[in-house]
């Protein structure tokens, strides 16, 4: 029943109360007037009878009517006050979501969870722990704006202690857990553990892709627990951030699966020619570093092919572990490696070189391989050419140093023409000679997959 209502209810039963009443006195007055003397008698009478309709007619209506429209009243504001809540809430979801959308990376992702902390929760310290991409442990995720030094609330201690999601209780039941009181017995141990005053806590989960993958952790002291409204709050920003991060996650991963090689991580051919177009472009000349494994047919026939896969990531972190953080390593099918050396001559290019060689063997002798070497030739080129033909030119020089004995360094275009196997097209007219510094006796195997 409305507020409207009860008030048209309780004024049409008082005017039938008044009216049944004045009837009553009426027909008591008839009664006893004619035995009264007095007008003094009359209007005692009168009163007596008036006082006694008035006491009834409160205690059986009017007091019953305030109290109901006094819970009615209560009633409206605190559904109002709901609605409201709800309605903060909801338009808090809809700005987080068009903020958040915005976002093309985790970083700037953050940006937006400090920003939102700053609104809704302006005086609770809150920790957002993450999980890495394995999901095996929680990392506390550094929101901008919130760093050391920033202005806002200051954290009580150092953080939550919990390194798993599986460690984590709210992460375990995928609800948010509040604890009022860190001396309680049923606290969570890592807030008994809280040196300091007593504390108070509230946990609520984040979900990425459906899996518990980390945690929002607010910490106060035990007289200034966090509220329903912030716990409440806490979890439209823990929904929104497990939904976008599992959406940057899954673009991260689908762009990495189509720009990277599966098997040794470093870039596929498609990668690599975007790349050497966009230094191109900017007028940055390169050198190209061919690399490729020697006689790995038989190192995959003799050994297996796990052992090939194997000689083949050894030989990728061979060449990852001896370039510059701006060259560009990829891998273009079977064997086959490129490196791309922004800005370097041709003593730089075969420098990359030989530094890869001499980490394979060290890297050979570390690893469960077998033995085998590489051979490598080195193009280097100016802003104005193009790609296909510096990596041209410098498989035409790997080509070379394959013919000319193997696990060497040829450069393209010093004064003589390219080997030619028997059956191949005519190569170019461009030379290739091996540098003095590359050795002309091959390194002796462990195992003979390098003979012949």
């Not at 209502?5 to 009553?24: Q, T, W």
């Not at 990392?139 to 202005?151: H, I, K």
């Not at 510059?324 to 001559?345: H, I, K, M, Y």
């Amino acid at each position: 029943m409305t507020h409207s209502r009860l008030i048209l209810k309780g004024f049409l039963l008082l005017i039938g109360l008044a009216f049944v009443g004045e009837v009553v006195v009426m027909a008591a007055l008839d009664r006893l007037l004619p035995e009264l003397s007095g007008p003094a008698e009359r209007l005692v009478v009168g009163v007596l009878l008036a006082a006694l309709v008035g006491a009834l007619t409160w205690l059986t209506l009017v007091r019953p009517l305030l109290v109901s429209l006094r819970q009615e009243r209560d009633r409206v504001r605190a559904e109002r006050a709901r609605l409201e809540q709800e309605m903060a809430r909801h338009q808090l979801d809809t700005r987080l979501y068009r903020a958040l959308e915005m976002a093309d990376d985790e970083r700037e992702a953050l940006g937006v969870v400090s920003r939102a902390l700053a609104e809704v929760v302006p005086d609770l310290p809150v920790q957002l722990l993450l999980a890495d991409s394995s999901n095996a442990h929680l990392r506390p995720a550094v929101l901008p704006g919130l760093d050391a030094g920033a202005e806002g609330p200051a954290p009580l201690h150092g953080g939550c202690g919990v390194e798993t999601p599986r460690a984590c209780v709210a992460t375990r039941r995928g609800l948010p857990v509040v604890f009022p009181d860190s001396r309680a017995l049923d606290a969570c141990p890592k807030l008994v553990g809280c040196a300091g005053a007593p504390k108070a806590a509230a946990c609520v989960p984040v979900s990425i892709a459906g899996r518990a993958a980390g945690v929002l952790h607010v910490l106060t002291a035990a007289d200034a627990p966090p509220t329903p409204e912030h716990v409440a709050s806490l979890q439209v920003l823990g929904g929104q951030i497990g939904a976008r991060f599992g959406v940057l996650r899954a673009m991260a991963a689908s762009e990495l699966a189509a720009t990277t090689d599966p098997l040794t991580g470093l870039l596929n051919r498609r990668s690599l020619e975007n790349r050497a177009r966009e230094l191109l472009e900017q007028g940055v000349a390169i050198a190209v570093v061919a690399g490729d494994l020697d006689h790995f047919k038989r190192l995959n026939d003799t050994f297996g092919h796990a052992a090939g896969d194997r000689a083949l990531r050894v030989f990728a972190s061979a060449m990852t572990g001896s370039v510059r953080p701006s060259d560009v390593v990829a891998r273009l099918g079977g064997e086959e490696f490129v490196v791309l050396v922004p800005g370097a001559a041709v003593e730089g290019a075969v420098a990359v070189a030989e530094r890869i060689r001499a980490t394979l063997r060290e890297a050979i002798g570390r690893a469960s391989v077998p033995a085998f070497t590489a051979s490598f030739g080195v193009a280097v080129g100016s802003a104005g050419e193009r790609f296909e033909d510096l990596l041209k030119m410098a498989d035409q020089a790997l080509y070379g140093a394959k013919t000319s004995g193997r696990d060497r360094v040829v450069v393209a275009g010093e004064g003589q023409s390219s080997p030619r196997r028997a059956g191949d097209a005519e190569l170019p007219a461009q030379a290739t000679q091996e540098l003095p510094s590359s050795p002309r006796r091959r390194i002796a195997p462990q195992h003979d997959v390098d003979a012949g």
